[in-house]
């Protein structure tokens, strides 16, 4: 079965420089969720989006940026990069259909180094 | 490839009660096992299981891995409404850290 595919695997980025991330949801999956875990530490919620519109906002610094786009995928463009944003980032994707409890299904994760 | 399940998909019990939820799991380099509860937005960090049969307890939770067997358990006991949640089993690989993740557990206590 198709999972949640993330891309790239794994990036290494300079400070200042900019960084796109791509999230591919599982087919019919209409909410995609954004999450950065840092070395030890939980993974925060930044932002989601439900049928193409930001649904909710978490802690998303005001350098990062996303969107999804008319085929559900959706992409965090982050600028400016901080050693601090060196992390995992994961995608989640669920659809709400149904009304009833519909599981989220995590990506593998892109794996942020900023040097 | 690399798979984590989780069971059951949901559960509703009540308050009281005792509930034991299942993580298995099929992977390449298994380096540790971990349990999260989300509860509105991201998850929280558990337990963090690497050995066999070493039981880690936090309060009215306990868990358990079984690395012959492949997986792991979380339980809970004595539930309380707080207690509702989606429980995360993510195990972590040991060639690059990565996470696999469940698809979670709807846990519903009702009062």
């Known amino acids: 079965a198709a999972g949640v595919i993330q891309s790239p695997r794994h990036l290494i980025k300079e400070k200042r420089e900019t960084a796109t991330l791509k999230c591919y949801p599982i087919p019919r999956h209409d909410t995609v969720y954004w999450y950065q875990q840092g070395p030890g530490q939980d993974p925060q919620f930044l932002i989601s989006?439900?049928?193409?519109?930001?649904?909710d906002k978490g802690s998303i610094p005001d350098r990062f940026s996303a969107q999804q786009f008319s085929d559900y995928h959706s992409e965090l463009n982050m600028s400016s990069l901080e050693l601090g944003d060196s992390a995992l980032y994961f995608c989640a994707s669920r659809t709400l259909a149904g009304g009833s409890y519909n599981e989220q299904f995590f990506g593998p994760g892109t794996r942020l180094t900023v040097l | 490839e690399d798979k984590v399940v989780q069971s059951p998909l949901s559960l509703v019990v009540h308050e009281g009660d005792t509930v034991t939820l299942n993580c298995s799991y099929e992977v390449t380099n298994f380096r540790s096992l971990l349990w999260y509860k989300q509860e509105k937005k991201a998850p929280t960090f558990l337990f963090m299981l690497t050995s066999s049969g070493i039981e880690k307890k936090s309060g009215r939770l306990s868990s358990i891995l079984d690395k012959k067997e492949l997986f792991s358990i979380l339980n809970i006991t004595a539930t309380q409404t707080g207690d509702s949640a989606v429980y995360l089993c993510?195990?972590?690989?040991?060639?690059?850290?990565?996470?696999?993740w469940g698809a979670g557990t709807k846990l519903i206590i009702k009062p």
């Open positions: 993510a195990v972590v690989l040991d060639s690059n850290y990565q996470l696999i």
């Open positions: 989006f439900y049928e193409k519109m930001q649904s």
